[in-house]
């Protein structure tokens, strides 16, 4: 994948930046890929928030939070492709008997699509809303997703995917951590009340995915190409088609979320957290720490955004800051043309230039 990076998305950078502040976030990074070419790559600030702290580069990798759920949806659809599950409209209690009784008429398209309408209280899961007439977000769901890849595998989701995606598409940059390294924007867990869950385990099983934003692009990239890398089909396109294909039972009102396997897909609804402007064919994922990439395939590109938010900021809007990050994309990439790049040339002097950097 070659890179033709171009000053065209300064704008974009800008705004990430701005949020960035307007978050309280030390850290920040956006990546897209158009057309099998690196045309945007733009890193912000440090690991946290002293003085000292590595400054954020292409390898600094930033905990993704929900993010890892479309991890999850891929390892579903290579099960369903590997014969070990037959449809994805079989309960979970036909695979975990566990669940047999509380979640019973709960399929797996339930759980992929939130509309399981199954809540945790005190310890119990209660039932929230008839399954498949609602829609919400809530981790029983993927719990129960988590321990049907280990009882069908034989294996945890790190080892998983592991070993059947990110060694085969060379996602190095791309892990379940329990341990501080030099490369991961790792300060949160030193708060006990830190917002992305505990990181005890490398089992894949908690919100301690980290994932570098070219290597999350590149998961993005993988989707679109529905598989290929440099033109090899390295898994079955249908392993990828599924995911990104509408799962959400008719039965759910239409003023909720449409998902594929955990992916957002585009919609006219009042939760969507995708800009009106982008095409009916996007997708899309978030992360509590405000990660996000986006898939347009109209445009053939990838567009991530990367932040370390650690809690909630008086007066932001999430959802209004992400749609408004996917229409300006949207607007940007419909302008941009091979002749806003930057030749090899420029780019070797502008990398070595003393006056630039790509760091703020």
């Known amino acids: 994948m070659q890179k033709v990076l171009s000053n065209h998305f300064k704008s974009l950078n800008d705004y990430v ?5 307007a978050i309280g976030a030390t850290a920040s990074a956006t990546y897209i890929i158009k057309d099998n070419s690196v045309i945007n790559e733009w890193y912000s600030g440090r690991h946290d928030s002293t003085p000292e702290s ?20 891929l390892a579903i659809s290579l099960l369903i492709e590997q014969g070990k599950i037959k449809s994805i409209d079989d309960e979970i209690g036909a695979y975990l008997n566990e669940y047999a009784h509380i979640a019973n008429g709960a399929t797996l ?6 509309t399981h309408g199954l809540i945790e209280e005190n310890g119990q899961l209660v039932r929230e809303f008839p399954i498949g007439k609602g829609w919400a977000y809530r981790s029983p769901g993927i719990t129960m997703l988590i321990k049907l890849v280990n009882q069908l595998s034989g294996q945890n989701l790190s080892t998983f995917m592991q070993r059947n995606i990110f060694d085969i598409y060379q996602l190095k940059e791309t892990g379940w951590r329990t341990e501080y390294s030099e490369d991961l924007i790792y300060n949160y867990y030193n708060d006990k009340d830190t917002w992305v869950g505990p990181n005890n385990s490398d089992a894949g099983d908690q919100s301690n995915l980290f994932i570098s934003a070219r290597d999350l692009a590149r998961w993005g990239y993988i989707h679109l190409k ?6 090899e089909q390295l898994l079955p396109q249908s392993v990828f088609e599924r995911v990104i294909t509408l799962q959400t039972p008719n039965s759910v009102p239409s003023n909720y ?3 594929g396997f955990i992916w957002w897909l585009q919609s006219d609804t009042p939760l969507n957290q995708i800009g009106k402007q982008l095409p009916s064919c996007s997708y899309q994922i978030l992360g509590i ?55 090899p040339a420029d780019i070797m002097a502008a990398v070595f230039s003393p006056n630039r950097s790509n760091v703020q």
């Open 109 to 114: 398209r339930h759980l992929l699509t939130h």
């Open 257 to 259: 979320p449409r998902n």
């Open 54 to 73: 590595r400054i954020v580069d292409q390898k600094t990798q930033f905990n993704v939070g929900s993010v890892r759920k479309t991890h999850l949806g």
């Open 226 to 231: 529905k598989g290929c890398l440099n033109g």
């Open 17 to 21: 930046y701005y949020t960035q502040n």
């Open 289 to 343: 720490t405000g990660c996000a990439c986006l898939v347009i395939p109209k445009y053939d590109a990838v567009v991530v955004r990367m932040y370390n938010q650690l809690s909630n900021s008086s007066g932001y809007d999430y959802l209004s800051d992400l749609r408004q990050f996917g229409n300006m994309t949207n607007d940007l990439l419909m302008t941009f043309s091979i002749n806003n790049t930057e030749t």
